[in-house]
C-alpha cells in the first residue's frame, strides 16, 4: 500500500519522538511525513512519557516519500523558531510545528503573517523557551559538595552541584553555555527533567533529579552573596520588575536573595553614587539586536569603554548564515558607528568580492565592541584588546551568535577566535578547517586583513592568496549546508 493510499483509507501515523528536544528527528519524521502527503490531523505525535497508549491503534511504520516527491519547504525563520520551540513543555507542540510547515508549502511566505495564530503560537513557544534559557543562565547556582577528596592525580576533588527546575526542555540545549562558562570546574546540573555532569573534559547526561540529591548550602554562599552585593545595582532598582524576571520560585536556591531586602532598603544612596560613577551592569542576556546595540553603549565592563569612543555594533541581516568576526573596531569604524568601514574593511570586501562571498548577505561584527587606542598627538593609535577585556565582551558576541544563529562564524585573527572559542589558538595550526561548535554550527578560522595591510611584497602575496583560500572554502562549504 503506497503513503497515499495509507491516507485515503484513513491511516493515522503515530511517531513517537525519542526525546522530548529531538530536532532532527521530528524534522525527518515531518519532512517524510509531508512529502507523503499525511495532512496534520492525521498524525499524532508522542513524546516520551506522553499519552502513547491512547493512538495505540495508529500506524507506527512511517510512510517511504515517493521517488519524484518534491522538495520540502521550510524558510530560515521557521526553522529557527521551530528548533528552538520544540523544546518547549506544550505536548501540542510537534503537531502545531507540523502544521505549519505543511501550511508553508502552499504558503511559503506564511511567516511573514504575524496574525496568523500558528505563527504566533510558534513565536509564543520560542518566546518562553528563550525566558527559560535566560533565567537558567540567570540563576543556576553551583555549591561545592567534595573539597577534600583527592581523585588521585594529584587534582582536588572539587565537584559543584546546582538545582535548577525549568520549565521546558531547556537543559541539553543550554549543556554548551555553561561547558564554556565554567569549563576549569567538574559540575553537575539537577534538575526534575535530567542532568547534565561536566569532568573538565566531557559531558554526560543522567537521569532526572530530585531537589534533596542536591546540596542545601556551602561556603561558596557567602562568596556570591559578596558577589551579588556588589554587582547589585540600585539605579535599575524595579520591585516589580525584579520579581517579573526572578521569579520568588527560584529564590530558594540562590543565596544571595536573603540580601535582597537589606539591598533594597539602601538602594537610594547607593544609587546616588552610581549615578555619580556612571555605573551601569547588565544582568540578564539580550534577546534582540537593537537590545545588543543599546546594551554595549552602556557596557563598562572593561576599561576600554570608558575611553573617549562608541561602541560599534555588528551589521547584517537576523539571518545570515555567515557572521564574519573580526578583532575591534578601528578609528574609523568608531567615527562612523559601523564595522570595517576604514582600510581593513576595503581590503576585506575586495577579497570577499573576489572569492564572491556576499558582504550584504553576512552578519559582520567584532570581539570587542569599543575601540581601544593611545592618543598620540592628534592620532589615536590602535591597541590590541587584551586576553580579559576579549573575554569580558564575549558576552555580546555569544549575544549576537544567539540570536543570529549562523551556520557558520569566519573568525578573523586571534582576538576573534579567542572570542568565539574561549581560548587561543594558533591561526596557522587551526585555518582551512572547520571546528565544530557547541550550537551546532562551525567556525573557520583565518587571518585579520589588518595582518595583510602590514605585509609587502612576497609576503603580503603569499598571505592574500592564503587568506583567498581560506575564504573559499568558507564559501564552498556555506553553499554546501545551504
Ligand atoms: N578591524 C576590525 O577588526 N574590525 C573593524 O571593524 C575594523 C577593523
Known amino acids: 500500500m503506497t503513503a497515499l493510499q495509507h491516507v485515503k483509507l484513513g ?13 532532527d528527528f521530528w524534522r525527518e519524521r515531518a519532512r517524510a511525513l509531508v512529502q507523503c502527503d499525511v495532512p496534520p490531523d492525521r498524525i499524532a505525535w508522542v513524546e516520551p512519557g506522553g499519552s502513547g497508549d491512547l493512538f495505540a491503534h495508529g500506524e507506527r511504520r512511517m510512510p517511504v516519500p515517493p521517488m519524484d516527491a518534491k522538495p520540502v519547504r521550510a524558510n530560515r525563520r521557521f526553522v529557527s523558531l521551530a528548533r528552538n520551540a520544540i523544546l518547549h513543555s506544550d505536548p501540542e507542540r510537534f503537531a502545531l510545528l507540523y502544521r505549519v510547515l505543511w501550511r508553508l508549502q502552499s504558503n511559503p511566505r506564511m511567516m511573514e503573517d504575524k496574525a496568523d495564530p500558528d505563527v504566533r503560537r510558534v513565536e509564543e513557544l520560542d518566546k518562553n523557551v528563550r525566558r527559560d534559557s535566560h533565567k537558567m543562565h540567570a540563576f543556576v547556582r553551583f555549591r561545592l559538595v567534595e573539597s577534600e577528596a ?11 552541584v546546582a538545582w535548577f527546575e525549568p520549565e521546558h526542555h531547556i537543559l541539553r540545549a543550554n549543556a554548551g553555555f555553561f561547558m564554556r562558562r565554567f569549563s576549569n570546574m567538574r559540575w553537575s546540573i539537577l534538575t526534575p527533567r535530567g542532568s547534565l555532569h561536566w569532568d573538565g573534559e566531557t559531558m554526560s547526561e543522567g537521569p532526572p533529579a530530585e531537589r534533596h540529591d542536591a546540596p542545601g548550602g556551602d561556603p561558596m554562599e557567602d562568596l556570591w552573596r559578596t558577589y551579588y552585593a556588589s554587582i547589585f545595582n540600585p539605579a535599575r532598582l524595579k520591585i516589580g520588575a525584579m520579581l517579573k524576571e526572578m521569579p520568588k520560585k527560584y529564590w530558594k536556591n540562590m543565596p544571595e536573595a536573603s540580601l535582597i531586602p537589606d539591598l533594597i532598603a539602601g538602594a537610594q544612596g547607593r544609587e546616588a553614587k552610581m549615578v555619580e560613577k556612571g555605573a551601569l551592569e547588565f544582568e540578564e542576556r539580550p534577546d534582540t539586536l537593537a537590545a545588543i546595540d543599546k546594551a554595549i553603549h552602556a557596557c563598562r565592563k572593561c576599561p576600554i569603554g570608558s575611553l573617549d569612543n562608541h561602541a ?14 573580526g578583532e575591534q573596531p578601528g578609528d574609523q569604524e568608531d567615527q562612523i558607528g559601523r564595522p570595517f568601514v576604514g582600510p581593513a574593511g576595503q581590503l576585506l570586501d575586495a577579497h570577499l568580492e573576489k572569492v564572491g562571498i556576499d558582504r550584504r548577505s553576512s552578519y559582520v561584527t567584532n570581539a570587542v565592541k569599543h575601540f581601544k ?8 593609535l590602535h ?10 565582551c564575549r558576552w555580546w558576541i555569544e549575544s549576537e551568535r544567539e540570536i543570529v544563529k549562523p551556520k557558520l562564524v569566519l573568525a578573523m585573527g586571534a582576538s576573534a577566535a579567542r572570542s568565539v572559542l574561549g581560548k587561543t589558538v594558533s591561526i596557522t595550526k587551526v585555518r582551512g578547517a572547520p571546528i565544530a561548535l557547541e550550537d551546532g554550527s562551525e567556525l573557520w578560522v583565518t587571518a585579520h586583513p589588518s595582518y595583510l595591510l602590514r605585509l609587502e611584497g612576497a609576503a603580503r602575496e603569499e598571505q592574500a592568496r592564503l587568506f583567498d583560500a581560506d575564504l573559499a572554502a568558507v564559501k564552498a562549504r556555506l553553499e554546501e549546508l545551504a
Do not use: C, W
Open 11 to 23: 491511516t493515522y501515523y503515530v511517531v513517537h519522538l525519542p526525546e522530548a528536544d529531538d530536532f
Open 150 to 160: 583527592n581523585s588521585g592525580e594529584g587534582e582536588v576533588g572539587e565537584h559543584y
Open 312 to 325: 560599534v555594533m555588528g551589521e547584517g541581516p537576523q539571518d545570515a548564515a555567515l557572521m564574519i568576526v
Open 373 to 380: 587606542y593611545v592618543q598620540r598627538g592628534k592620532r589615536r
Open 383 to 392: 591597541q590590541n584588546p587584551g586576553a580579559k577585556e576579549i573575554d569580558t
